[in-house]
């Protein structure tokens, strides 16, 4: 008896492909934690840098005001330059503060800007990002008009 079949591909940069999937595991792993509301996990991803400390307060109100987070990630393109990392994404999502609750429903497009090559954590991020959304909300409605005494 004999098999025929197509014969496997070999991958021709073993070490890049490992770090290309370490890259998009590491895009996945913020993600994930950022739609569970894991802070320790989210902030696990983050390089311990002052410029990303408003990124962690942001992350932090949406997670105390949202109880359900819906997020999709679709890389666009990855720049690789020694330990430099750029990832462009498009994003969507669902933010809802209680279960009857219609949602903020946005989209947008990001940098993600990665270090390492074992490790990969972020270490900074640009252009219209799916977190702070509540700062968004809140920066979007309308002020209430003072109102007269009578």
Not at 27 to 37: I, V
Not at 82 to 89: G, N, S
């Amino acid at each position: 008896m004999m098999v025929v079949g197509c014969p496997s591909k070999t991958i021709r940069y073993p070490a890049e492909h490992e770090r290309l999937l370490r890259i998009d595991q590491a895009l996945d792993s913020l993600r994930s934690a950022y739609q569970r509301k894991d802070r320790s996990g989210f902030h696990s991803m983050l390089l311990p840098l002052d410029q990303l400390d408003d990124l962690r307060r942001q992350v932090d109100m949406d997670f105390e005001t949202f109880s359900t987070i819906s997020l999709e990630f679709k890389i666009e393109r990855v720049m690789i330059e020694k330990d430099d990392i750029d990832v462009f994404i498009h994003w969507q999502g669902t933010w809802k503060r209680d279960a009857n609750d219609m949602g903020i429903r946005q989209r947008g497009h990001a940098r993600l800007q990665w270090v390492g090559t074992q490790s990969i954590l972020l270490r900074g991020a640009q252009g219209d990002l799916p977190f702070g959304m509540k700062t968004k909300q809140m920066l979007s409605e309308p002020l209430s008009p003072p109102t007269q005494p009578r």
